[in-house]
Every structure is written in structure tokens, then in C-alpha cells.
């Protein structure tokens, strides 16, 4: 029997099904024993008192990329999966976001080479998808899905971005027909639009009415609209960044009445109010993102979606800009609600808060934390059996958790190019002390051991969702409009 590369030793295993004391041994980059007791290998890290879980899966963060409003983000392919290492996550999904005018093939290959010189971990893409013409739905997309990139985003606001129902339609179609998850930013742009417009004439333009604009309503109003549009044709999708409670009820209805809805939710609507906008001065710019933080009673809301499954997925919706003029306050000072740039930091601290506030203060269990930040990833984006498990024949992804490890939060020791963080000063209990990326240590002693261009990138399968669809029953699958408009042209053929 050849040496293990490394043994994690005596540690505490947890995966989204079980947990457990044992070894885990790793050769050439996977997980090759789990049990008690392993012989020794070339390396190895006493974990004894730890827990010894899955890398995290960040599905959703903006890296090196365009905004909905036309800026780019401050963190590159390098300095966003640094920041991700050291807070425990090993593979993130960003977007390759096509604007109007550009080419959807064209946006890939640049994307790709950006992040092939500079990535640590691995990392897939999804598409953002601004123009759903014949090209792009014939041709390109098919293609890209086939590349590997089997999940889109679309908006249904943002000027520069959102697609009319029709549109989303067309899009929703062709993502059955070639396998792809469509993951969908859900809120009413007009309602935004015209509360925006009404808020400005009156000089009501500090950072805390962005809150005011995007209101619940327009959030909740897309939602249904999102999910009428997948029951009409029978196709699952995702809501992406869900943030209030009546959205979160509208999901949660939604799936009791069978449609095939999955959504997610970010630590900003966990940890932050729409409060945290109106602090001093121009500083509520730092919590602008979109939906915005709601209030406790929505954060409640959040907690026990995520509790009964209606949230099961958990990312970060990392998009960061600096708090200057290249970033949050184009205009300085003078910067209104809708010229902040959109969006807030949370890679490196995304699975951090959650351990902390959920694991340690028992809101829910290490198995459930596992699924929120890498398994339920991992199933819902292709990657099942290769991410997001402890599992022999699983790339040894891992991170090396000590629950006693108390970190004060602040800007200066994170290593993301955001400059500031939302967090600034939130005690945390628990930390990733030891990352671990295909059986590479990334991070030990607090150090970054790994080389610009080391993560590889990852050509993911159908998600599992789609190919079970398992809340579509198949009588409900027969009735959709898809489905009698496929039999009918097939009818006309023959
Ligand atoms: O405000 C946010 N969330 N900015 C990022 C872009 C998006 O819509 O996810
Ligand atoms: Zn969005
Ligand atoms: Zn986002």
C-alpha cells in the first residue's frame, strides 16, 4: 500500500449526512481513507479537538467583473480566492456577465484567461446572460453549457441587464432543452424605478433610501413572477440573494404546491439591517447591495428558511468595491442612492459569521452548516462526487475548523480589495485554521502557501436538480405549456 501525501489526524469529521471521529488520508489530491487510525503519511496535521469539514462552495460572488451599473469590481481573480482560502471556501462559482453588446464566446475566453493566471482554488463559471437573441440562444449559450458552464443569471432589473418576461421565457427554454439551471435576480424594476425617481426629485438621496427603493414588495412581486413563469413551462430555477420574508414565503408556498424552486440567501440578510445604510455621513454606502438588508424580523424570516429548506443554498454575492471614488462614491460626498455602486464583500467571511452565529450558538447543527456552504452547492451546480463532501474519491477540499478560535473582524486582516468590510468589529467564535485544496495546505498559520494560476477550473455536470427534477410531478410535467407545445409541433411533423 503506497504512503498517503498527507493524514489529518484524529479530527472530527462532519459531512451534510453524518459526522464522526476519523483520519482522513489524501494522495495526489484526493481523499483516498477515511477511518480510524490510518498509517503515516508524508505529512501530517493533528486535528484533534477540530472539526475537519468539506471546503466551502461559494456559488454566487462577482470577481473581475463588470457591474450591472458598468464598474469593475476591486477584486481579481487572485485577491478574491486568497480572501475565499482563508475563510474556509476551496471553490467559487463567479460570473463570465455578458452586456448587451458583447459576445457571448468572447466573454468566456477573456473570462477564462483572466482567472487561469491568477486563481488559487478552483473555480466554474456561470453566465450572466444580457441578450437573449437567435445567437445567443441558438449558438452560444448550447455551446457554453456544453463548455461546462451549465448555469445562467439573468435580472429582471438594471437597466444595462434585465430581460422582459418574454425573454425570460425564451431563456427558460432553452435551459430545459440543454440542461442548465437558470438562477434568477428577482426584483419589479418599475416599482424601483419609480420609487427612485419620486425619492430624488425630493432630494431624498442619502445612501439609507436605496433601502426605500428596492422595497420588499418589488422583491417579493419578481419572485412570484419568476416562479409563475418556470410553473408555466415546467422549468426549475433559482432565486438568487433572497432577502425578505414575504419573498421567502412566496418560495415556500411555491414548493408546497410543487413548483421547482430552489433559492438562496446571503450573510448580509443573516447579519445586516437596512439600518446599517443609515449610519453616518456617507458611510451607509458600505451596506448598499441589492436587495438590500431588511430588518429583524426579515432576518428571523431568513433563519427559519433556511431551517426548513426553502433556503438551501447559502453564498456570499461577494461583489466589492472600494469606498472612494473608483468604487461606492463616484461623485465623493455628493454620491446619491443610485449612483452607489451595488454590492458588498463577504467571501472570506461568509462561512465564518455563519459558524459562528448558526453552529456555535446552536441556531443549527455542523451537518446543516456543511450543506449550506458546500453540499447543497455542489448538488444544485454539477460538482457532486468531485466537491462539497469528505468523501474517498472526493478532491481533498477541506478546511481544518478550530471552534475556540475567537477573531475580533476588522478590514485590515481580510484579503479581499474591498478595503472595508460590513462586518468591521462582529466578534466571531470558530475559524478555518488549516485550507486545504486538492490536497494543497493553501493556508496554515494564518500564511497563504499557493501559486497565482494553481486553481484549475471546473467543467461542471447538469445540476442534480434538474436531472431529478424532483418537485415537478410528472403529471404536472405533462401539463406544462412546454411540454403540449413540444407534442404539438412534433404532432405537426409527423
Ligand atoms: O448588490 C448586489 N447584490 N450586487 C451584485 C450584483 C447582483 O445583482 O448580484
Ligand atoms: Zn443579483
Ligand atoms: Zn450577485
Redo the contacts with the bound molecule.
Keep these: 500500500m503506497e504512503e498517503f501525501d498527507l493524514v489529518l489526524r484524529n479530527g472530527r469529521v462532519a459531512n451534510a449526512g453524518d459526522e464522526f471521529e476519523a483520519d482522513v488520508g489524501v494522495r495526489d489530491g484526493v481523499i483516498v481513507a477515511i477511518e480510524k487510525s490510518l498509517m503515516p503519511g508524508k505529512r501530517e496535521i493533528d486535528a484533534d479537538g477540530r472539526w475537519v469539514l468539506p471546503g466551502g462552495i461559494d456559488s ?1 460572488c ?1 470577481v473581475e467583473q463588470l ?2 451599473m458598468g464598474m469593475m469590481c476591486a477584486d481579481d481573480f487572485y485577491s478574491a480566492t486568497v480572501s475565499a482560502a482563508f475563510g474556509g471556501t476551496t471553490t467559487i462559482i463567479p460570473f463570465a456577465a455578458q452586456h448587451r453588446a458583447m459576445k457571448i464566446s468572447e466573454v468566456v475566453a477573456d473570462y477564462a484567461e483572466r482567472a487561469r493566471k491568477k486563481a488559487v482554488i478552483d473555480y466554474g463559471f456561470h453566465l450572466i446572460l444580457a441578450n437573449p437573441d437567435d445567437t445567443a440562444l441558438i449558438t452560444d449559450l448550447p455551446e457554453a453549457i456544453r463548455n461546462g458552464i451549465t448555469s445562467l443569471k439573468v ?1 429582471m432589473t438594471y437597466d444595462r441587464l434585465r430581460l422582459d418576461d418574454h425573454q425570460l421565457l425564451d431563456v427558460l427554454t432553452v435551459a430545459a432543452r440543454e440542461q442548465a439551471l437558470v438562477m434568477v ?1 428577482a426584483e419589479n424594476h418599475d416599482m424601483i424605478r419609480w420609487i427612485v425617481n419620486r425619492l430624488v426629485d425630493r432630494a431624498h438621496t442619502a445612501p439609507k433610501f436605496h433601502a426605500v427603493a428596492h422595497d420588499p414588495i418589488a422583491e417579493s412581486e419578481a419572485t412570484n413572477r419568476a416562479i409563475a413563469l418556470s410553473r408555466l413551462l415546467g422549468v426549475p430555477l433559482l432565486i ?2 433572497v432577502s425578505g420574508r414575504e419573498a421567502i414565503h412566496t418560495i415556500r408556498r411555491a414548493k408546497k404546491h410543487g413548483a421547482a424552486v430552489y433559492a438562496e440567501t446571503c450573510p448580509q440578510y443573516l447579519f445586516l439591517t437596512a439600518e446599517d445604510l443609515d449610519r453616518d455621513g456617507m458611510d451607509g454606502a458600505m451596506f448598499c ?2 436587495p438590500p438588508p431588511r430588518d429583524k424580523d426579515s432576518q428571523e424570516a431568513v433563519w427559519d428558511g433556511i431551517k426548513d429548506g426553502t433556503l438551501p443554498i447559502y453564498s456570499s ?1 461577494h ?1 466589492p468595491y472600494r469606498f472612494d471614488a473608483s468604487g461606492k462614491l463616484p461623485k465623493g460626498k455628493a454620491t446619491t442612492f443610485k449612483e452607489v455602486a ?2 458588498v464583500p463577504g467571501l472570506e467571511l461568509r462561512m465564518p459569521l455563519l459558524f459562528s452565529e448558526g453552529v456555535m450558538k446552536k441556531r443549527i447543527s455542523i451537518k446543516e452548516f456543511v450543506a449550506l456552504t458546500a453540499t447543497n452547492h455542489a448538488e444544485m451546480y454539477g460538482l457532486t462526487g468531485r466537491k462539497g463532501e469528505i468523501a474517498v474519491g472526493a478532491d481533498a477540499d477541506i478546511g481544518i475548523w478550530n471552534p475556540d478560535r475567537e477573531v475580533t473582524v476588522t478590514a485590515s486582516k481580510l484579503h479581499d480589495n474591498a478595503g472595508y468590510t460590513p462586518y468591521e468589529g462582529h466578534k466571531i467564535r470558530g475559524w478555518p485554521e488549516v485550507v486545504i485544496s486538492r490536497g494543497r495546505i493553501v493556508v496554515e498559520n494564518n500564511t497563504l502557501n499557493a501559486e497565482r494560476g494553481s486553481g484549475m477550473f471546473l467543467k461542471r455536470n447538469p445540476s442534480d436538480m434538474l436531472r431529478s427534477q424532483v418537485s415537478i410531478s410528472a403529471a404536472e410535467a405533462r401539463r406544462t405549456l412546454r411540454n403540449l407545445i413540444d407534442v404539438g409541433e412534433k404532432d405537426g411533423r409527423s
Design positions: 454566487h462577482h457591474s450591472a435580472y435576480h438568487v440573494h447591495c441589492s454575492d461583489a451595488n454590492g
